[in-house]
């Protein structure tokens, strides 16, 4: 599946809980000036990519966008990936913010196997 570019209104409804369709998410937050960023990327599109993961939608977010989404999902710092649940019955969205990784890559901050265990316990 292609990685569609998250615009920050489209991140605000998704924030807001205003999506009307059923759907999980898998979002990277980065930012231009962050080379793990940059180095993650062609990891998170082979991720995307995966034929387990066809009912998720892949999305990329710059923060530079909306600088106050950081604080308003309570996370610091990029990358960082998350899961959202949207139109869950008539609940919000739901957030599962990625945990720091207790032994970061030094090229990509998260590795590949801890990304897939993450979209695994919170997406499937």
């Known amino acids: 599946m292609a990685i569609d570019r998250l615009s920050r209104e489209a991140l605000q409804q998704i924030i807001e ?5 059923d759907a999980t998410c898998v979002i990277k937050f980065y930012s231009n000036k962050c080379h793990m960023c940059h180095a993650l990327q062609e990891y998170y599109f082979d991720i995307s990519q995966d034929a387990r993961y066809d009912d998720l939608h892949f999305f990329a977010f ?11 999902l309570k996370f610091q710092g990029v990358p960082t ?20 990784p207790e032994k970061p890559s030094e090229k990509t901050w998260y590795k590949v196997r801890d990304i897939k265990s993450f979209i695994n316990r919170e997406a499937l």
């Open 17 to 21: 809980g205003s999506i009307k369709e």
């Open 62 to 72: 710059n923060i530079d966008d909306y600088p106050t989404a950081e604080k308003i």
């Open 81 to 100: 990936i998350c899961v959202v649940h949207t139109n869950i019955g008539k609940r919000k969205s739901t957030f599962r913010i990625m945990p720091e």
